[in-house]
């Protein structure tokens, strides 16, 4: 299928109609020359020169009638009418959308975009030249340029901020923009079907039906837009730096330790757990703890961060004043009994920031008054700190 690119450069048009639609006529929206000439071999071209006489039997709310039939009811040698539903949108603050699609793949539908103003109902249309794709040009053709207007449109977007209209075709290869000549905030828009490619010889009289979609603001319109659900965050319990017991939700995560300043660090992640024979044992590494145990070891981290990041000043003074460097150890009790927490000063250069996971998965973590209390003991310990506990 030969294709055209639409251009920026674009002028918009719009036929004022009668505001009041009763019968017969009075429901026509104006005879409208249908130019694009958008395939250059087939039926596009045969509508070339001819002019749509689009009227709508009635008007319906997109809520209730997201696809319907249009009707051709005349063909002639230089006209066409069309009769078809006309689908009122309701209002938009910000941008509306709309795309249309055949129920038949052998039909090729386009619609006309209708805006109702204070003076009545006007066709959008939009004036422009385009240009064929290499390759593409008619034959026997050599001017690349051909004056194209598109006077229907697969699909197309209305910014109402900005009072500008986009439209798209993948007959026209491509989309382009314009300003709105019609202001967008005070009008409400309407859809109306047109068959143009019927897959059935040169004929177009007939019934044909079409499904679209509407979006307003972003969500189809009639709902109302809906914020995305904030993310869950298993740990905010570890955040609390006074809760001694916790339950972590979610699966248990890759661990990504602790980050501070002020010479403070969390190094390590080792597992206490009882083996098959009720025998101690240790790991360090992290995959072989529990799903619980995990959980509560990155929760261990966490608490570390949350308390360590504006440490208690009795935690200052014990790393300004002693020989301990600052330096912390990640252990876990992994469902051996130990249903508490607690701060070790293994060695004086060393504190182990040790927390416990119960057999039913409850989380128990350093909290700032256990951190303040330890810092106090070693304090009385003076330089060698080894051996204190909080």
């Not at 709309?98 to 959008?124: C, H, K, P, Q």
């Not at 699966?251 to 390590?268: E, R, W």
């Not at 995959?287 to 995990?294: F, K, N, P, T, V």
Request: aromatic content about 8%; glycine content about 10%; some cysteine.
């Amino acid at each position: 299928m030969k294709k055209t690119a639409l251009l920026v450069a674009l002028s918009l048009t719009a036929i004022a109609c009668d505001s009041d639609p009763a019968e017969g006529d009075d429901n026509a929206l104006g005879e409208v020359p249908l130019s694009d000439s958008t395939d250059a071999s087939g039926k596009a071209d045969e509508l070339n020169g001819r002019y749509v006489d689009p009227r709508f039997t009635e008007i319906v709310d997109y809520t209730e009638a997201k696809s319907g039939t249009a009707s051709v009811v005349f063909e002639g040698e230089f006209s066409i009418s069309v009769e078809s539903p006309m689908v009122k949108l309701p209002a938009v603050d910000g941008s509306l959308e709309v795309t249309i699609a055949a129920r038949d793949e052998s039909t090729l539908m386009r619609f006309f975009l209708v805006a109702e103003t204070d003076d009545g109902y006007n066709l959008v249309l939009v004036d422009g030249p385009g240009e064929f794709e290499d390759g593409d040009e008619p034959e026997g053709g050599e001017a690349q340029e051909v004056p194209v207007q598109v006077s229907y449109f697969q699909e197309v977007s209305v910014d109402v901020e900005a009072n500008t209209i986009t439209i798209a075709s993948e007959d026209a290869g491509g989309q382009t923009t314009s300003d709105l000549r019609i202001d967008a905030a005070n009008s409400t828009f309407h859809v109306l079907a047109v068959p143009i490619d019927t897959g059935v010889g040169n004929g177009w009289l007939g019934e044909y039906g079409y499904t679209f979609e509407a979006r307003c603001d972003g969500a189809e319109c009639g709902e109302e837009p809906t914020e995305p659900d904030a993310p869950v965050d298993d740990y905010a319990e570890a955040r609390d730096v006074n809760a001694r017991a916790v339950r972590i939700g979610g699966p248990a995560i890759a661990y990504t330790g602790a980050s501070v300043g002020g010479g403070f660090s969390l190094g390590g992640t080792e597992f206490w757990y009882n083996d098959e024979n009720g025998q101690r044992q240790k790991t360090f590494s992290y995959s072989q703890g529990s799903e619980d145990g995990r959980k509560c070891m990155l929760a261990s981290a966490i608490r570390f961060e949350a308390i360590m990041s504006d440490p208690p000043p009795a935690m200052v003074e014990l790393q300004e004043e002693t020989n301990w460097s600052g330096r912390f150890f990640n252990w876990n009790e992994d469902k051996t009994g130990f249903d508490g927490a607690q701060l070790w000063a293994w060695r004086t250069g060393l504190i182990k920031w040790i927390s416990g996971t119960a057999d039913d998965g409850t989380c128990y973590l350093p909290t700032l008054e256990m951190v303040e209390r330890a810092a106090a003991s070693c304090l009385a310990q003076g330089a060698e700190i080894q051996g204190c506990r909080g």
